[in-house]
Nanobody
Framework: QVQLVESGGGAVQAGGSLRLACIVSPHVGSIPYVAWFRRAPGQEREGVAAIATTPFATYYADSVKGRFTVSLDSAKNTMYLEMDSLKPEDAAMYYC???????????????????????WGQGTEVTVSS
C-alpha cells in the first residue's frame, strides 16, 4: 500500500519561494506516476505538476510553468516541488498523489487529472501574502 507524506508548506510573501517534499513509500521508483495537486478555498482541485517515472517525463499546469519545478530523488523516495516567484493565487492546500496502476496515460493532460490517481497524502498548506 502506497503512503505519501507532504511537508514544506508555510507562509511566504509574494515573489518568494518554497520547496515542498513528498515522501513516497514503499518505493517511488515502482510507481508509474506521482504528482502535485492543490486546492484553494472554494475552488476545485487543480493539477500542478506531475512526473512519469518510466520513461521519465514531467508535466506542468500552464499557471505554474516557468515558476515551479518538480523533481524526484529515488534514493530518498521523495518528490519535490520547488516553487519560485510565488503569487497570492498560488495559496492553497497542496497534495501529493500517486497512480499505482500499470501502463501509460495517453492523453496529454491526463497526468494532471485527479481522477487518474488512487493514493493521496494529507496535504501541506501554502500561504502567499501580497
Amino acid at each position: 500500500q502506497v503512503q505519501l507524506v507532504e511537508s514544506g508548506g508555510g507562509a511566504v510573501q509574494a515573489g518568494g519561494s518554497l520547496r515542498l517534499a513528498c515522501i513516497v513509500s514503499p518505493h517511488v521508483g515502482s510507481i508509474p506516476y506521482v504528482a502535485w495537486f492543490r486546492r484553494a478555498p472554494g475552488q476545485e482541485r487543480e493539477g500542478v505538476a506531475a512526473i512519469a517515472t518510466t520513461p521519465f517525463a514531467t508535466y506542468y499546469a500552464d499557471s505554474v510553468k516557468g515558476r515551479f519545478t518538480v523533481s524526484l530523488d529515488s534514493a530518498k523516495n521523495t518528490m519535490y516541488l520547488e516553487m519560485d516567484s510565488l503569487k497570492p493565487e498560488d495559496a492553497a492546500m497542496y497534495y501529493c498523489a500517486a497512480r499505482t496502476f500499470p501502463g501509460s496515460l495517453r492523453a496529454v493532460a491526463a497526468p494532471l487529472l485527479a481522477g487518474n490517481y488512487n493514493a493521496w497524502g494529507q496535504g501541506t498548506e501554502v500561504t502567499v501574502s501580497s
